[in-house]
């Protein structure tokens, strides 16, 4: 499965956010977006905008590709409720992102390692798929031979990072849970997100 390998300072410079979590915030040092300062921005058409907000998603995500975004979508209008929430629920249930949460991980991109690697479990059972769906009543946690790797137990010891109030993890001991489905509004977002208009967008190129 890919993997994002770009620029994640810039993405975060771009943004005006450390919107990865890294430790060495990028904006301490560069807080302007990148580019040519100064320049006259044009008005932003109503495509430029969905797609702004479709990007500030996939980064907030891990820079999900497009077609899994899409995927996303399509099954969140399959479910017949209210699309915009689904799809968020969808994304926020990944079990790399679950993971990140838990403060398992230092950042969503660590997240995404420590599962492709065979270090965590679901219900006891390893997972190393990233997109797997975290459902509620599930066990999240690392495997006894990695708990002495030395970024995981960094990230465990994070406790400025609040756990989101549909998780709940067990303090020192590599495990939570997901105690109920994620509501729209309890998404702790890294930065503002219009996702209906991320819905409209994937409609209209879908």
């Given at each position: 499965m890919a993997r994002y390998t770009g620029p994640k300072n810039r993405i975060a410079r771009k943004y005006g956010v450390n919107i990865f979590g890294r430790r060495r915030n990028?904006?301490?040092?560069?807080?302007?977006?990148?580019?040519v300062h100064g320049a006259r921005r044009r008005k932003k058409s109503d495509y430029g905008l969905q797609l702004d907000e479709k990007q500030k998603l996939r980064a907030v995500y891990g820079m999900l590709a497009q077609k899994k975004l899409k995927r996303y979508y399509k099954e969140a209008v399959r479910r017949k409720e209210n699309t915009s929430h689904v799809f968020l629920e969808q994304l926020e249930c990944r079990l790399d992102n679950i993971v990140y949460r838990l403060r398992l991980?230092?950042?969503?991109?660590?997240?995404?390692?420590?599962?492709?690697?065979?270090?965590?479990?679901?219900?006891?059972?390893?997972?190393?798929?990233?997109?797997?769906?975290?459902?509620?009543?599930?066990?999240i946690s690392i495997r006894e031979k990695s708990q002495n790797n030395a970024l995981i137990k960094e990230a465990q010891g994070n406790t400025a990072r609040e756990i989101p109030p549909y998780l709940e993890?067990?303090?020192?001991?590599?495990?939570?849970k997901l105690l109920n489905t994620p509501e729209f509004d309890q998404v702790p977002l890294a930065l503002p997100i219009n996702v209906p208009l991320v819905c409209e967008f994937l409609a209209h190129t879908t």
């Open positions: 990028p904006m301490l040092h560069k807080p302007n977006p990148p580019g991980a230092n950042t969503i991109f660590h997240a995404q390692q420590i599962v492709a690697h065979g270090h965590v479990q679901v219900n006891g059972k390893k997972v190393d798929v990233r997109s797997f769906q975290v459902k509620p009543g599930m066990v993890i067990e303090e020192g001991k590599f495990t939570g």
